[in-house]
């Protein structure tokens, strides 16, 4: 008769006793170092109210929604002028960075640890960086989107490409073809359904990013948002926060359904 009893949990052995016992010692310690207080938790309901109370309604006055919304406009030009850039700059360092294509296995290496650098520094330390380089404004905010999308999108499409059928950049190859033509005419073209795909997911991120770089005076709306709490204007602000909301959402429900659109012609 075949025993249907659920399974049981086997008893754990010293050594895995030891790393759970490790591992839990190691979240306590974050939470720890992270200022975790029971006391902070039970006391954030109320003033998240009061907070709120103050905030709604949000501030809809014709001038502010008119500032507000040419801010947001900023904020997209943003974000689309630098994830067109950075994604049609990707394309040759991913080149670069996928193996087995057009350069050897040292240059592979390097390029895929400076975008691993790039990913590593946050997009608005990107900012920073070019706040300093070219003044405050939008034109800071748009060279950190780039260089944020490189790091993000020439990884993936080095993966993209290396996954792609090997039979017809083999049929080529075994024509006589030059490894760029390989990849012009076999390679690209395989991938460029994951590219269309990994470039929305870029555009998505970039929205994203756009909306508080202002923070530290790289254009857009976030400079607003700042602003906002600074003076304790949380109508103003309540009303930034929801029109980043409603921007962002948008944008993500726009890409979703053009990236399903794309898997279903591939079908």
Do not use: H
Not at 4 to 32: D, I, K, M, N, T
Not at 164 to 192: F, H, N, Q, Y
Not at 222 to 248: H, N, Q, R, S, W
Request: net charge neutral; glycine share 10%.
């Amino acid at each position: 008769m075949t025993d249907l009893s659920p399974a049981r949990y086997e008893r754990p052995s010293a050594l895995a006793f030891l790393g759970y016992a490790l591992g839990l010692s190691l979240v306590l310690w974050c939470l720890a170092g992270a200022g975790f207080s029971l006391e902070k938790v039970a006391t954030a309901p109320p003033r998240f109210a009061d907070f709120a109370s103050r905030a709604f309604p949000p501030n809809l006055a014709p001038d502010v929604l008119a500032r507000l919304g040419w801010k947001m406009v900023e904020t997209l030009q943003i974000a689309v002028a630098g994830a067109v850039i950075g994604v049609i700059l990707s394309l040759p360092v991913a080149l670069l960075a996928a193996r087995g294509l057009i350069a050897g296995p040292a240059v592979n290496q390097a390029v895929r640890v400076a975008l691993g650098f790039v990913r590593a520094v946050p997009d608005i330390a990107w900012a920073l960086v070019f706040v300093v380089a070219v003044g405050l404004g939008p034109f800071a905010g748009m060279l950190a989107i780039v260089v944020d999308t490189i790091g993000f999108c020439g990884r993936f499409f080095a993966d993209d490409m290396e996954a792609t059928d090997k039979g017809p950049a083999e049929s080529l190859t075994a024509t006589g073809a030059r490894r760029i033509d390989v990849v012009a005419c076999a390679t690209i073209p395989g991938a460029m359904p994951a590219f269309i795909s990994t470039g929305l997911y870029a555009l998505e991120k970039a929205v994203r990013s756009s909306t508080i770089l202002g923070l530290v005076g790289a254009g857009g709306i976030g400079i607003e948002l700042k602003v906002g709490f600074d003076l304790f204007d949380y109508p103003t602000a309540m009303t930034v926060i929801l029109m980043i909301a409603v921007v962002v959402i948008a944008i993500e429900q726009l890409s979703g359904r053009a990236r399903t659109q794309i898997i279903g012609d591939q079908r």
